[in-house]
Each structure stands twice: as structure tokens, then as C-alpha cells.
T-cell receptor, first 112, second 114 residues
Framework: GDSVTQMEGPVTLSEEAFLTINCTYT??????LFWYVQYPGEGLQLLLK?????DKGSNKGFEATYRKETTSFHLEKGSVQVSDSAVYFC???????????FGTGTQLKVEL | SQTIHQWPATLVQPVGSPLSLECTVE??????LYWYRQAAGRGLQLLFY??????ISSEVPQNLSASRPQDRQFILSSKKLLLSDSGFYLC?????????????FGPGTRLTVL
């Protein structure tokens, strides 16, 4: 079945540092890929998405490129802020069963 | 625009008591609806999804059940709660059909079973 693997956290960075959170997927066919963000005590918010190979999703300074050759969708941001502290989830969707497959989440802590 | 509501926001219940969590969506018709559970420090587990009134698919055998009595209402229930039912319960919706796959999440209900 489909699966999504994310790097283990927590990831601790200083403000203005460069961020990379790795995500790889296994799926039959060509999934749509997503990054969601969860702030403490809240639900998940869609951060960005990409629906086909080489697409780049971007939002709020975050970017991720759909790489079919490496089955990856790594999340990047050039300069993180304290307000980016949250848990980030990578997810894939291949249509079967109308359901998303989530990674286990990566906690990001940004310090001054 | 579409909005999704969940209540209650927090709930503390004794073991063996019943449960009813409610989710409603506004601004769309015939949405796909989902219930997820997030245990402390872990990822999301899909519990149930529904593509229409009275149509419920269960993903894992458990102590919970779901119902969809109205088009935009999704209810998660239990007759007798277990300690292991504690967690953060999230409802989500997506546009009808399978072409629009993005899911949008509600604010969640934090359930503590004592």
C-alpha cells in the first residue's frame, strides 16, 4: 500500500536559518502530494500541494517540488521565523478509497 | 467560502461512558467527510470516511462508529469509551468526487478518557 516517510524530529533551528524537511513516498501510480501544518492545539492547515511531477507548490515562503525520479517532496524555506514553529505533515493521495496517507509529522522549533 | 466546525473543543470522559462528537460543514454540498484520530506524539489515523448520507466506510476495527444523518453533518460515537480512545479527533472535508483531492480540516476535539 501507499506510504509516506518523513524525517524524525524535533528539528530545532535559529531564526532566519534555512529549513529542509525531507519527505519520500511510495505509491502505485502518480499521487498528488501535500504539506500540512499543525500549530499547537489546532487542526491541520493546508500549506501547499503539487499534483504532478516537477510541479512546485509554494505558500508563505515555503516550497516543495514533486520529484518523481526520487519519489520525494521535500519542504524548504529560506529563512524561518519563530512563528513557523509547528508540526509539519507530508501526505499523498492516489485516489483509491478517497483517503490521504500521512507521514508521522516533523516538529519544527525555531528559536531566537 | 467553506467552513468546518467541530464540537466540543475539549472533552474529559470516564472509561465506559458514551461519546458523541459532531462535525458540520458549511458552504458546500455533498462533501466527502472524514474522521481522523491523532494520538499524542503520533501521526494521523483515518477512522471513517463518507461520500454521502448514510454511506460510511470504516478503516480500522475499533470501539468507535460514525454516522452521517445529514449531507453536511458527520458524527463520531462510542457506546463505551476505553482509555485508548484518548486523543485529538479531527474532522475533514473534500469536494465531492475523486478529482478534487485536497482535504480541509476542522479545529479538532481533544478527548481525554480517565
Amino acid at each position: 500500500g501507499d506510504s509516506v516517510t518523513q524525517m524524525e524530529g524535533p528539528v530545532t533551528l535559529s531564526e532566519e536559518a534555512f529549513l529542509t524537511i525531507n519527505c519520500t513516498y511510495t505509491a502505485t501510480g502518480y499521487p498528488s502530494l501535500f504539506w500540512y501544518v499543525q500549530y499547537p492545539g489546532e487542526g491541520l492547515q493546508l500549506l501547499l500541494k503539487a499534483t504532478k511531477a516537477d510541479d512546485k507548490g509554494s505558500n508563505k515562503g515555503f516550497e516543495a517540488t514533486y520529484r518523481k525520479e526520487t519519489t520525494s517532496f521535500h519542504l524548504e524555506k529560506g529563512s524561518v521565523q519563530v512563528s513557523d514553529s509547528a508540526v509539519y505533515f507530508c501526505a499523498s493521495f492516489t485516489g483509491g478509497g478517497n483517503k490521504l496517507t500521512f507521514g508521522t509529522g516533523t516538529q519544527l522549533k525555531v528559536e531566537l | 467560502s467553506q467552513t468546518i466546525h467541530q464540537w466540543p473543543a475539549t472533552l474529559v470522559q470516564p472509561v465506559g461512558s458514551p461519546l458523541s462528537l459532531e462535525c458540520t460543514v458549511e458552504g458546500t454540498s455533498n462533501p466527502n467527510l472524514y474522521w481522523y484520530r491523532q494520538a499524542a506524539g503520533r501521526g494521523l489515523q483515518l477512522l471513517f470516511y463518507s461520500v454521502g448520507i448514510g454511506q460510511i466506510s470504516s478503516e480500522v476495527p475499533q470501539n468507535l462508529s460514525a454516522s452521517r444523518p445529514q449531507d453536511r453533518q458527520f458524527i463520531l460515537s462510542s457506546k463505551k469509551l476505553l482509555l485508548s480512545d484518548s486523543g485529538f479527533y479531527l474532522c475533514a472535508w473534500s469536494a465531492p468526487g475523486t478529482r478534487r483531492v485536497t482535504q480541509y480540516f476542522g479545529p479538532g476535539t481533544r478527548l481525554t478518557v480517565l
